[in-house]
């Protein structure tokens, strides 16, 4: 039996987020100048059930990523509940609204989209240095 090391699962985890990330600036770039758009971002991936996994069994403490349940007067208030599995959300960081409603800002996307990329590299570093590592280790060098 293979098991997977927790940082190569978090890496992981890691780099498909930033994958995901990169596709929805991608759309919001892509309808910068579409009528009543709203920029989207991605949430952060939750790593609690890494940490479960991994620490639990350590003793470590644990960590849950909240849960918003939506009450009737939320409701009434226009408010809906989040999707189950998508972690798309509105994004509440854009400097300004066109008048025709559309909030992206290509200066704020490309700003993301470059963060984007150094996460990734930094990612992808971390992955070939540990694979280094366990090649190394194993006594495949």
């Given at each position: ?105 290509l200066e704020e996307q490309l700003l ?30």
């Open positions: 039996m293979t098991t997977v090391p927790p940082l190569l699962t978090g890496i992981n985890q890691s780099m498909k987020h930033l994958a995901e990330r990169q596709r929805v600036i991608a759309e919001n770039i892509a309808n910068s100048e579409t009528p009543r758009f709203k920029a989207q971002e991605v949430e952060a991936p939750d790593f609690s059930s890494l940490l479960a996994a991994h620490g639990a069994a350590a003793g470590m403490a644990r960590i849950t990523r909240p849960r918003i349940q939506i009450t009737s007067g939320m409701s009434a208030l226009g408010a809906t509940p989040p999707r189950a599995g998508n972690n798309i959300v509105a994004d509440r960081n854009t400097s300004e609204t066109k008048p025709d409603g559309n909030n992206v800002t993301k989209m470059g963060q984007v990329q150094a996460d990734f590299a930094a990612m992808t570093n971390l992955y070939r240095k540990q694979m280094a590592l366990l090649k190394s280790a194993i006594g495949r060098n």
